[in-house]
């Protein structure tokens, strides 16, 4: 693992992503307040065999981080809370980079590390699961 420092390109699919969410967080957060709970989507997966999915509650816990209520949002999906500071980090190291001109430094993963960080990310996600049938969601 080593970092690999690239001069700033727009058609960077990094920057272009982290610049989409950075400029999507406030139509989400307006969204959020006016979005009656009753109109949250359903889990298909959930309603067909009776126990939730791995990101069951997402969308509810989404709007609950965008109304700023964090500890609700965890409560409601915690794998979501960890993905959306992630998230937000590189948003924001996105934003930084494009508007200063700064070159952006860039992780790169042999093939083992790329696979143990899958697997990792894969049993984050199964935890959460596990953690979801046990609350009894």
């Given at each position: 693992?080593?970092?690999v420092?690239?001069?700033?390109?727009?058609d960077?699919?990094?920057?272009l992503?982290?610049?989409f969410?950075?400029f999507?967080?406030p139509?989400?957060v307006?969204?959020?307040r006016?979005?009656?709970?009753?109109?949250?989507?359903r889990?298909g997966?959930?309603?067909?065999?009776g126990?939730?999915?791995?990101t069951?509650?997402?969308?509810?816990g989404?709007?609950?981080?965008f109304k700023?209520?964090i500890a609700a949002?965890?409560r409601?999906?915690?794998?979501?809370?960890?993905c959306?500071?992630?998230?937000?980090?590189?948003?924001?190291?996105a934003?930084?980079?494009?508007?200063a001109?700064?070159?952006?430094?860039?992780l790169?993963?042999?093939r083992w590390?790329?696979?143990?960080?899958?697997?990792?990310?894969?049993?984050?996600?199964f935890?959460?699961?596990f953690?979801?049938i046990?609350?009894?969601?």
């Amino acid at each position: 693992m080593y970092f690999v420092k690239r001069k700033l390109r727009w058609d960077d699919g990094y920057n272009l992503a982290g610049l989409f969410c950075f400029f999507m967080f406030p139509a989400g957060v307006a969204i959020a307040r006016y979005l009656p709970e009753e109109w949250l989507p359903r889990c298909g997966f959930k309603l067909l065999v009776g126990v939730p999915c791995p990101t069951c509650g997402a969308w509810r816990g989404l709007t609950l981080l965008f109304k700023g209520d964090i500890a609700a949002a965890w409560r409601s999906q915690p794998f979501l809370l960890g993905c959306a500071v992630l998230l937000a980090l590189v948003a924001c190291y996105a934003l930084v980079t494009a508007v200063a001109g700064w070159p952006r430094y860039y992780l790169v993963l042999s093939r083992w590390e790329r696979r143990l960080a899958w697997l990792l990310v894969g049993l984050a996600l199964f935890a959460n699961w596990f953690f979801l049938i046990i609350d009894g969601r």
